[in-house]
């Protein structure tokens, strides 16, 4: 108890799994919690004695499975082994703690997603953060929101490592894009419950810990050998941030060294700044009902056949970037892809051989890669010559590899020699479990072999024994067996006891006969007893050795799962646009977004072939488009949808006619343009946008406990005050949530607000016809309408989008499409022919549902009787 109390002090905060033998043992609180938690049954120490100590256990073979599930519920973990054999020990056995697992932190296959990264992050924030917040403000209100906050994340899987500052009103917005699995934050920030990141926890949730940091100097000091001096000197707390985490995961892992070689600094702007509100509402990586992958434009993207493509892929998307020369450079080597189908299959097929390079390189590092891991490794690493060259044998003298393919880490030397080293020392297929031996190659060690011909020689020789004394002794049954009491020992039952040798010594009586053993068998057990424990520590010894020399590569393994990662998403993007008749959008610095054919990636993907309808889009924000609007370069009639100068597009048309649909595909087509990928359009042209800003119908956040319309007000307003001219908006029905005059009104004034100081590219969906007049007072206002015809008196969806506002809004066919019954649509026709004759309001200065809610219910039923019966 005492051991135990002496461990638990060194981790407080985590549940202690504390080995006993087959068991790993909880007391006290942790007990409690674990036995919750776990389903076990609560036991006691000493039970019935007054001070009993609460205790449960589970089986070391079954730990993974409870650990797993404490780590996903969001508990931390500390793993503590018995250190020596306990038939060896004197005294007490040592016991030491092996490593701690925490939701940040997790190392183990079964719970590990392999296309998602596993995030730990850290928040620190400045001192005026700290200590002025609520000083800087006169009035007493801590203004901190834009103080800058250290924000960085470690997936400690791979070593993946990257530090940024961003400002405190935005660090929901990063921490959406990152979705770390834990959050360690300055306790400062979390104390003072009037600061936003106090707030920030009822939004993001996953564990938040206080984190009391060790040594993060000496992490800090680490961290700067690495990176150089200078380069964090501009941004302090993104290195405070870094070293934070990095003293965190160091700290779970006393035996083991953290992969990290490299810490990527950004900063937000250098990519697409997308807040929470964009990345739900376009389903980047989930969608917004039920929050699945499968029906995100991720899912459509993603045909990588790499874990490592995947998590690249991923970043990708959540990162768009905004530098012209990179998304090209991007571009190319998707396109020299798209040339070459059949190598690109070719590539896609080697790739998938592949194991995770990143992972494996990380956890020889962490010392706990798995015989089978490196047997993985090594099939793996055989490949990459053959890899790499068949990537190269697609370049010509014209056509030479594009920058990205350039597979030089991957062409490391080092690397098939590793694997033949590999090769030399395991067998073809090492097991999972060290201790299980058959680990080492036959003929790659004397000591190996000779143990083992011992080992296996003793058993026949046992059976050589055995078929001797029976035939000596004339006892056919006679059996030699073995137990961990007696070792080697002969059995003989009751009926032949007569007939038993005299030199047999007697050893034990059992029920049904009696044990003997013999000089003979003493000494084959001794040797066959050593030959097996020598066998099963130098093939430890061995393999350790091989870990080691991975570990030693490490970087240049994980340098080469990069290289092999941007090559497998390069070929996911080009086998997606190959399949799904993508092109290549050209991308520039320019304010324009011209798209021709455009569709929706990801419903397109779920209709049948062809029949999704394509539609143009034209947007420009630039300044010569005010000068030429309303002309056109030939001086012939303008085309209404391509007259210039349309930085606004109001698109109106009924209910379920595309209008949604519409916007997004442009929003989505503009992201994967940016990530460098192909779009679904038959041609493209893409000015760069900076952000990416989204208010679309549906998405009440209803668990924030904010109404709708609150929720909508709110997005809008952050989108007027952070739309530059370079972004691109998408308001889907701004003031749905409020009353019709109220709406208009707010939907009016924003549209005017984004025209007039902006200057924003805008879609701008409504339901309000009223906004079809604006066109008329801004220059850079276009209508456009998504198109539907009567025929017989039923509204058939065209899904095009046609110049001109909609005059009419169907909403009433649309009910009936519904199936509301006949007389409630009859009685609604009624009502409307009313109010377009003007006759609402009735004087009271009413909205029109407050100037029928005067209509007494009596009075309604008997006028829509009246009606039926008519
Ligand atoms: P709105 O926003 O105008 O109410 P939506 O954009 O939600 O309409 O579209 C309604 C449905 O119509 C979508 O679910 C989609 O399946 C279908 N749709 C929209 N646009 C198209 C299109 N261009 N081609 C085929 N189907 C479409
Ligand atoms: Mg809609």
């Known amino acids: ?200 926890r009822q939004r993001y949730r996953v ?114 970037l905004v530098d012209v020369a990179q998304i090209r450079r991007r571009q190319d080597a998707v396109g020299w892809l798209v040339e070459r189908p059949a190598l690109t299959e070719q590539i896609r097929r080697a790739l998938g051989k592949i194991a995770d390079l990143e992972r494996l390189a990380g956890k020889a590092t962490l010392g706990v890669a798995t015989p089978r891991d490196l047997g993985r490794l090594r099939d793996a690493l055989v490949q990459l010559p053959e890899l790499v060259e068949l990537v190269r044998s697609g370049a010509t003298k014209l056509d030479p590899l594009p920058e990205l393919l350039d597979l030089r880490a991957a062409a490391d030397r080092t690397l098939p020699a590793l694997a033949t080293r590999l090769g030399k020392a395991l067998v073809d297929e090492p097991p999972y479990v060290l201790k299980d031996g058959g680990v080492i190659r036959a003929g790659y060690d004397a000591s190996v072999d000779e143990c083992r011909r011992l080992a296996d020689g003793g058993k026949d020789e046992i059976l050589a024994i055995e078929a001797r004394e029976q035939k000596d002794s004339g006892i056919a049954n006679l059996k030699v067996r073995y137990n961990r009491v007696f070792g ?124 999704f309808v394509p539609n143009d889009c034209r947007l420009d924000a630039g300044e010569l488009a005010i000068a030429a609007a309303g002309t056109s370069s030939d001086g012939g009639t303008p085309d209404p949808m391509r007259r210039g100068g349309e930085q606004l597009l109001l698109i109106t048309g009924p209910n379920m006619a595309g209008k949604s649909t519409y916007m997004r595909q442009v929003a989505q087509i503009t992201l994967l343009a940016q990530i460098g990928a192909f779009v679904p359009a038959k041609s493209a042209l893409i000015g760069i946008c900076d952000r990416v800003f989204t208010r679309v119908g549906a998405a009440d956040n209803l668990s924030r406990g904010d109404s709708t319309f609150m929720v909508e007000m709110r997005e809008t307003a952050s989108i007027l005050a952070k739309a530059t001219r370079r972004s691109l908006v998408i308001l889907d029905e701004v003031g749905r949530g409020t009353s019709t005059f109220d709406g208009v009104s707010i939907a009016w004034a924003v549209a005017e607000h984004l025209h007039d100081a902006i200057g924003a590219r805008t879609l701008f969906a409504t339901h309000y016809h009223e906004l079809v007049a604006l066109s008329d007072s801004r220059p850079r206002v276009r209508n456009v309408s998504v198109a539907v015809r009567e025929h017989k008196n039923e509204i058939v969806f065209l899904r095009r989008v046609v110049p001109g506002g909609a005059n009419k809004s169907y909403g009433i066919d649309v009910a009936r499409l519904a199936g509301l019954p006949r007389h409630t649509i009859a009685r609604a026709r009624e009502i409307m022919a009313k109010l377009e004759g003007g006759n609402f309001g009735l004087g009271l200065g009413a909205t029109p549902q407050l100037s029928l809610g005067i209509v007494a219910p009596h009075a309604a039923a008997a006028a829509s009787a009246a009606a039926a019966a008519a």
């Open 1 to 200: 108890m005492r051991q135990y109390l002496d461990l638990k002090e060194k981790h407080p905060d985590a549940l202690l799994f504390f080995r006993c033998g087959d068991f790993y043992e909880m007391f006290f609180e942790d007990a409690v919690i674990a036995a919750r938690a776990l389903d076990l049954v609560l036991t006691s120490r000493d039970k019935g004695k007054e001070d009993s100590v609460p205790m449960c256990g589970v089986p070391y073979h079954a730990a993974r499975g409870y650990l797993a599930k404490l780590t996903e519920l969001g508990h931390k973990v500390a793993v503590c082994e018995q250190m020596e054999d306990p038939k060896l020990a004197k005294g007490l056995v040592k016991r030491e703690i092996v490593r701690v697992i925490t939701p940040g932190v997790v190392l183990d296959d079964d719970v590990l997603d392999p296309k998602l990264p596993r995030y730990l992050a850290a928040l620190v924030p400045s001192d005026r953060a700290k200590n002025g917040a609520r000083a800087a403000a006169p009035n007493g209100r801590a203004r901190s929101d834009d103080l800058p906050i250290g924000l960085a994340y470690l997936d400690a899987t791979t070593g993946d490592l990257y530090a940024t500052e961003v400002p405190c009103s935005a660090v929901i917005d990063e921490l959406i894009r990152v979705a770390p699995r834990e959050v360690l934050v300055d306790a400062a920030l979390l104390g003072d419950d009037k600061h936003s990141v106090a707030a920030l």
């Open 207 to 320: 564990p938040w810990n206080p984190a009391p940091v060790p040594a993060s100097d000496v992490a800090a000091r680490e961290l700067k050998l690495l990176v150089g001096e200078a380069s964090f000197a501009e941004r302090p707390l993104a290195l405070r941030a870094a070293a934070t985490v990095v003293a965190y995961a160091k700290a779970t892992q006393p035996i083991g060294t953290l992969p990290i070689t490299k810490l990527v600094g950004y900063d937000p702007s250098d990519a697409v700044v997308l807040d929470e509100t964009a990345i739900a509402n376009l389903e980047l990586v989930e969608t917004i009902i039920g929050r699945r992958t499968q029906g995100s434009l991720l899912d459509v993207i993603d045909q990588t056949v790499t874990a490592p493509g995947g998590r690249r892929l991923r970043r990708w998307l959540l990162y768009p």
């Open 488 to 611: 080697y020992y002969i059995e003989i039952t009751k009926t032949h006891l007569a007939k038993v040798p005299t030199h047999y010594v007697r050893k034990q009586t059992i029920a049904t006969g009696e044990r003997y053993v013999t000089p003979e068998l003493a000494e084959l057990e001794k040797k066959v007893l050593t030959a097996e424990e020598t066998l099963a520590a130098r093939e430890a010894e061995l393999f350790r050795a091989e870990v080691i020399a991975v570990a030693e590569v490490a970087a240049r393994i994980s340098a080469a799962g990069a290289a092999l990662a941007i090559l497998d998403v390069c070929a996911s993007l080009a086998d997606v646009a190959a399949r799904r008749g993508y092109c290549r959008p050209v991308v520039d610095d320019g304010l324009v977004i011209d798209l021709v054919d455009a569709r929706h990636p990801v419903i397109e993907s779920m209709l049948p072939p062809g029949s």
